[in-house]
């Protein structure tokens, strides 16, 4: 054989597929990321290694935004330097600068390769290029757990989430997220359709919406009317929603909005799911329910009337589920405004209620607050929170004991012969309860992961329901 059939007779051969760790720590936000720099990845012929020790180099997303997440972003990138020694880190931690203006990773770590922001998937490709260049025949088709246009997920087949902006236009003084992630930017409307789209034809039973704000999805564009599928539509959230809606029906899917907040143009979303396009759930932060805390923390929608717009949506929509988040012990806040609080928590019937004690983030302007709360008053009013969230929560359950309700199954033991685990409307993954599936009485019945079933609630245990297939 010459010399030159030989070279183009190896040039044919594929190289071997670098290999890359990765590890994805931090919120769904960061896990879109990182599906965006896998499907990137995937698409250039890389492959994917399940230990440091397999692989050529290490991606650590990272989460920057409370101290323990800081803390166990930087000991994964200390435990993929030990290991494996070739590190590329990026995500919000990537963003934090220290005093003396240098990043925190590449202070405590020399010796990673490169630090990048979150939501920088050319930078982190770059990196990945000149640290470990492509493969040379890269077979794009094979892209494992990939969506076609909606690209590689990391979550489960049967669900996903979907990022329709990126940052934020607000400055809540206890966040860091805009400084991290920048001002709102919308994505561009026919593409998270066509993203949904290719979702949905890929096995997805249900999309949680996800972003910064959802409700402010547009502002930056002022709603400028895209294009899909030949039509016009508006880059605003009703005209999203009904639009996913409409798709998801037709693939029998359900559509899960999150990090909703209260202005008055959510009271439009809520007939579509007196509707049933998408799911009667609502994600709203609201923080706290005292107008002059909401002022301290700067929160979107302070001045809002929020337990009457509450009403007014489950008059419209009786079946509607609130989930929402909390901080008490603010700076300032008193004994009557976190008892207004609790008010809040039981008029308003919160479903789902998480609550954190306030605590200081590097860079966040609440620091420079006065009257700070005591660590053991704050403590006391997180307990005192919880106890009330937890009451309000079993009310509200006791409510579907003996109803016959839609279950998304997550985990079916046995083709649910001996039982498993789903979700009802009121349950987004990771955050919520769980509905437990006792096995079907008829011997004949079996069920699989991503199958929605029909099972009446015979148990109202803790946050959860025990539900008898039918
Ligand atoms: S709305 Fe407030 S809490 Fe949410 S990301 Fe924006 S600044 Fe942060």
Request: charged share 25%; proline share 6%.
């Amino acid at each position: 054989m010459s010399n030159s059939i030989a070279t183009s007779v190896a040039s044919l051969v594929p190289t071997p597929a670098p290999k890359i760790g990765f590890v994805s720590l931090g919120c769904p936000k960061a896990l879109t990321d990182s599906e965006l720099i896998l499907t990137q990845l995937s698409a250039e012929g890389y492959t994917t290694s399940k230990s440091f020790e397999g692989a050529d180099l290490v991606i650590v997303n990272t989460c920057g935004f409370i101290d323990d997440a800081v803390k166990e972003s930087l000991d994964t990138i200390q435990e993929a330097l030990s290991v494996n020694g070739r590190v590329i880190v990026t995500g919000c931690l990537g963003a934090k600068k220290g005093a003396d203006g240098q990043d925190v990773v590449s202070a405590v770590h020399p010796s990673v390769l490169a630090v990048t922001g979150p939501h920088a998937t050319q930078e982190v490709m770059d990196a990945v290029h000149k640290h470990l260049p492509k493969p040379v025949n890269p077979l794009i088709d094979l892209i494992p757990n990939s969506f076609g246009e909606a690209g590689v997920k990391l979550t489960p087949r049967h669900y996903a989430y979907l990022k329709i902006s990126e940052g934020c236009n607000h400055r809540c003084t206890f966040c860091i997220i805009p400084s991290l992630r920048g001002d709102l930017v919308s994505r561009p409307i026919g593409d998270i359709l066509t993203e949904a789209k290719a979702l949905f034809e890929g096995g997805v039973k249900e999309l949680l919406v996800i972003s910064q704000d959802t409700s402010a999805y547009g502002v930056d564009v002022k709603y400028v009317s895209g294009f899909w599928n030949g039509r016009p539509i508006k880059t605003r959230t009703q005209e999203l929603t009904a639009e996913l809606g409409a798709l998801a029906k037709t693939y029998g899917a359900w559509v899960r909005l999150h990090y909703v907040y209260p202005y008055p143009t959510v009271d439009h979303l809520i007939p579509l799911m007196a509707k049933g396009l998408v799911l009667p759930y609502l994600d709203v932060p609201f923080q706290h329910s005292h107008p002059d805390v909401l002022k301290r923390m700067k929160r979107p929608a302070s001045g809002e009337r929020n337990l009457e717009r509450i009403n007014n949506w489950r008059a419209q929509c009786p079946e509607l589920v609130i989930r929402s988040t909390f901080i008490v012990g603010f700076p300032g806040e008193t004994e009557e405004e976190f008892e207004d609080l609790l008010q809040f928590l039981r008029e308003a019937g919160i479903d789902r209620a998480g609550c954190f004690a306030y605590s200081e983030i590097d860079g966040a302007v609440a620091n420079d607050l006065p009257n700070l709360i005591p660590e053991d008053v704050k403590e006391a009013r997180r307990a005192r929170f919880m106890q009330v969230a937890q009451e309000v929560a079993t009310e509200r359950l006791a409510r579907r004991q003996g109803a016959v309700i839609q279950v998304l199954v997550d985990k079916a033991i046995a083709m649910g012969k001996k039982g498993g685990v789903g979700r009802s409307y009121a349950d987004a993954p990771e955050i919520d309860g769980v509905v437990h599936l006792l096995p079907p009485e008829k011997i004949s019945k079996t069920y699989k992961v991503g199958d929605f079933i029909k099972a009446r609630v015979v148990e109202v245990r803790g946050h959860d329901l025990i539900a008898l297939p039918i």
